[in-house]
């Protein structure tokens, strides 16, 4: 099995012999680099008075009050039919709305069987089905809209973690594996960058191909117990970097968080656009680490698991090793129409986030403001869909509208 794309560093560095610049705005500028498209930003496309922006309240609420208590929502998505499905971890289900928010169907549960879960973790759709993936079993469900349940376990090697990015056009799915390793592969108090393999699946679980190596999460070394059972476990890394990876049409990108770039592969793991902008790193100050201690110290009211992680990092925070700057960006999702969505990094979790989107082709558009406490998970054409904790700690389901110059409503929202 061979890797196809890994190093982008090392690709991109031996491209320089062979630059041509390219006609672009005033506000970027874009250059080919032995087929590779390198775009720069500067500044953003949108005026005061273009800029996209969400309503000033939910079009949609589901959750609080007498609706449907959720107790760890994992995946959130909304399908092409305008259906709502919320995979719940707390309960191991995937609850179905209907676009105005009436609960339709509830698929899967706790067990081992077909449709069951032990792990449930990640959340898309094909068409009107749905597909869902089991941590702990690698395992990929299918729930066809009449009904049908359909299982592949994915093919995999030793304790390695699986996390599927998305599905191809053809019908293959894109899965990340890797990352952290148990127990932790360092000295306890020192930090490691892991690495995951893209692999491509064929519908029966087995692997088909690698597409490429890429970096993956920050970690750092925490002793836990003592005495001879005593070792040592990966933690996350204190304003460590994450990488994004997602799948839009058939392009794979891969931003990694280093510095504000992200690198668009195609489906062999080639370098096709390097999108960039230019914006410096912000530094790690005492202030912003008494933060992120309080960020933490808020997130008390997590549960399972993340629960388990933030308690334990607490309590590690004296001797973590905190790098010098913040990640360039926390978070990357891709609208239906493959606009790229970057999330500002910030531990601040009482104000608004910040957005900047990105055309496909790599321009930096603009920029657009979430409320305090909203968590995006999809982006539609003038939709976004995400999980809100409200004051009493308990989350719910909200979808804003996004308002473009000749924006259209939401459809299958009343009153739109």
């Not at 519908?203 to 190596?213: E, I, L």
């Not at 790193?281 to 110290?297: H, S």
């Not at 910040?354 to 003038?382: A, Y």
């Amino acid at each position: 099995m061979r890797i196809r794309g890994q190093s982008l560093v090392f690709l991109l560095a031996f491209a320089g012999c062979r630059e041509r610049d390219q006609p672009f705005d005033g506000g970027a500028s874009a250059r080919d680099s032995a087929g590779v498209t390198i775009v720069m930003n500067r500044q953003p496309v949108w005026h005061p008075d273009s800029a996209w922006r969400l309503g000033p309240e939910p079009v949609l609420e589901i959750g609080g009050g007498d609706g449907p208590g959720f107790g760890e929502i994992v995946g959130l998505i909304r399908t092409p039919a305008g259906a709502i499905a919320a995979a719940d971890a707390g309960g191991q289900v995937i609850r179905v709305f209907a676009p105005d928010g009436r609960l339709v169907r509830t698929v899967g549960r706790q067990g081992t069987g077909a449709g069951e879960f032990q792990a449930l973790s990640w959340l898309s759709h094909a068409g009107d089905s749905l597909l869902a993936f089991d941590l702990l079993s690698r395992r990929v469900t299918l729930f066809g809209a009449a009904g049908r349940v359909r299982s592949v376990q994915l093919e995999g090697r030793g304790p390695e973690l699986a996390a599927p990015i998305g599905r191809f056009e053809d019908g293959t799915l894109l899965v990340a594996t890797g990352g952290a390793r148990f127990p932790f592969a360092g000295e306890e108090g020192t930090a490691r960058r892991d690495s995951a393999l893209l692999l491509r699946y064929a519908s029966r679980g087995a692997v088909a191909d690698t597409v490429a190596q890429v970096a993956w999460g920050e970690t750092f070394g925490v002793g836990i117990a003592s005495g001879a059972g005593r070792f040592v476990a990966p933690m996350p890394r204190p304003f460590g970097r994450r990488s994004s990876v997602l799948l839009v049409g058939d392009e794979i990108v891969v931003a990694d968080a280093e510095r504000y770039e992200l690198d668009v592969l195609d489906t062999e793991g080639r370098p096709v656009r390097s999108i960039r902008r230019e914006r410096g790193l912000i530094p790690v100050t005492p202030e912003a680490i008494a933060a992120y201690r309080g960020a933490l110290d808020r997130s008390a009211g997590s549960r399972g698991l993340q629960m388990q992680l933030d308690s334990a990092l607490r309590s590690a925070l004296d001797s973590a090793p905190y790098p010098a700057v913040m990640p360039a960006y926390e978070q990357v999702i891709a609208d239906d129409e493959g606009n790229l969505w970057v999330l500002d990094y910030s531990v601040r979790l009482d104000q608004p986030r910040r957005w900047s989107v990105f055309s496909r082709e790599g321009r930096w558009l603009g920029d657009v403001i979430t409320p305090v406490g909203f968590r995006v998970t999809d982006i539609g054409l003038d939709w976004v869909l995400g999980v809100w904790r409200g004051p009493d700690g308990e989350d719910r389901i909200r979808m804003y509208q996004v308002i473009r110059i000749e924006s259209r409503p939401v459809e299958g929202v009343p009153g739109r």
